[in-house]
């Protein structure tokens, strides 16, 4: 697509419930990267994927977090049992190719509340 | 450990007038700097970015500067223009194993006109 697509674009659950949330990069984009902003914070990074597999996991914060990516392309992000800090914008960002002159298009985010 | 500092949560500036929004890093390791921009409700979109072999990049009316002994980078906008009230993000990556992007917190900045 033209751009990197997420969805939902809001989501409220019930703590403790599980939610999955959607990430369709730009076409041919072989680096897909997961980051969550919370209330008044920065853009924290969560995951890392090059392909379909995922090198950098390390800003997963707890094992509630999971997330995939398959055909090079669509990824999903995991949360279970969700908590009230879990609360935040998801951001999933692409690039051509892992490397640090390639800057990253971000999609709209997902808001999730967990009430 | 905030390895990337924006120490001001907010600017208003007056509109044609300049903007000099900042940014701090802790990591020495650091080799690439961007800016991203952010309006309500939408993704960061990349604005600027400069290479620490280089001091100063410029992009019509936006330019960074960067001085590594200081560890410390600002974005320069003139003149600004209302429409460049947004929440400015700062951003640094070194290599290890991947590249990843560490943000700050960003600043948001609102040009009065």
């Known amino acids: 697509g033209a751009g990197v697509s997420q969805s939902p674009s809001n989501k409220v659950t019930e703590k403790g419930k599980d939610v999955e949330l959607r990430c369709d990069p730009i076409?041919?984009?072989?680096?897909l990267y997961w980051y969550r902003q919370r209330l008044g914070q920065g853009l924290e990074f969560l995951i890392y994927?090059?392909?379909?597999?995922?090198?950098?996991k390390s800003g997963l914060p707890s094992d509630r977090f999971s997330a995939e990516r398959t055909g090079e392309s669509v990824s999903t992000l995991t949360i279970q049992r969700t908590q009230q800090e879990d609360s935040a914008v998801y951001l999933c960002?692409?690039?051509?190719?892992?490397?640090?002159?390639?800057?990253?298009?971000f999609g709209s985010g997902t808001r999730l509340t967990v009430v | 450990d905030q390895q990337v500092k924006q120490n001001s949560p907010s600017l208003s500036v007056q509109e044609g007038r300049i903007s000099i929004l900042n940014c701090d890093y802790t990591?020495?390791?650091?080799?690439?700097f961007l800016w991203y921009k952010k309006y309500p409700a939408e993704g960061p979109t990349f604005l600027i970015s400069?290479?620490?072999?280089?001091d100063k990049n410029e992009d019509g009316r936006f330019t960074v500067f960067l001085n590594k002994s200081a560890k410390h980078l600002s974005l320069h906008i003139v003149p600004s223009q209302p429409g460049d009230s947004a929440v400015y993000f700062c951003?640094?990556?070194?290599?290890?194993?991947?590249?990843?992007?560490?943000f700050g917190t960003g600043t948001r900045l609102k040009v009065l006109a």
């Open positions: 960002a692409s690039s051509p190719r892992t490397g640090a002159n390639y800057g990253y298009t």
């Open positions: 076409s041919g984009h072989t680096a």
């Open positions: 994927f090059q392909g379909n597999s995922a090198p950098d």
């Open positions: 990591n020495s390791m650091f080799d690439y």
């Open positions: 400069i290479s620490s072999i280089k």
């Open positions: 951003a640094a990556s070194t290599y290890s194993g991947t590249y990843k992007y560490i």
